[in-house]
């Protein structure tokens, strides 16, 4: 049987998808650019919480509320690879990202949530 601690070590040696992705809105191409070491959980805990109207982005909430889940999509703008050889500041590495990402598509503050 697995101890606390074995499981701990399993969970710190798993690999989880990381990356900058985005939540568009198909009517009026607005979207939310964020950033995440595991994408699957952070965009559960998005829609999660635009489900049940507690999204801390006040405008996304309520054009989903207005227009309904199937209006949105979810889609992953860039990944980042895990680098086992060096210490890395994942978190730090994917904020300069998700900025060099916004500028690159060149979304104006109009078209953000």
Do not use: C, P
Not at 10 to 30: A, D, L, P, R, T
Not at 45 to 63: A, I, M, S, W, Y
Not at 88 to 110: C, F, G, P, T, W
């Amino acid at each position: 049987m697995k101890t606390r601690k074995d499981i701990k070590e399993e969970y710190k040696q798993m690999k989880f998808q990381m990356g900058v992705f985005q939540i568009k809105n198909k009517s009026n191409n607005k979207v939310f650019v964020d950033h995440s070491v595991d994408m699957a959980s952070t965009w559960n805990r998005h829609k999660f919480e635009l489900k049940f109207g507690t999204h801390v982005n006040r405008e996304l909430q309520k054009d989903w509320n207005e227009k309904g889940e199937d209006n949105f999509d979810f889609g992953i703008l860039s990944e980042l690879k895990q680098d086992d050889d060096r210490k890395v500041d994942y978190a730090k590495e994917l904020r300069l990202l998700q900025q060099m990402i916004i500028e690159e598509m060149n979304i104006s503050k109009e078209l953000r949530y």
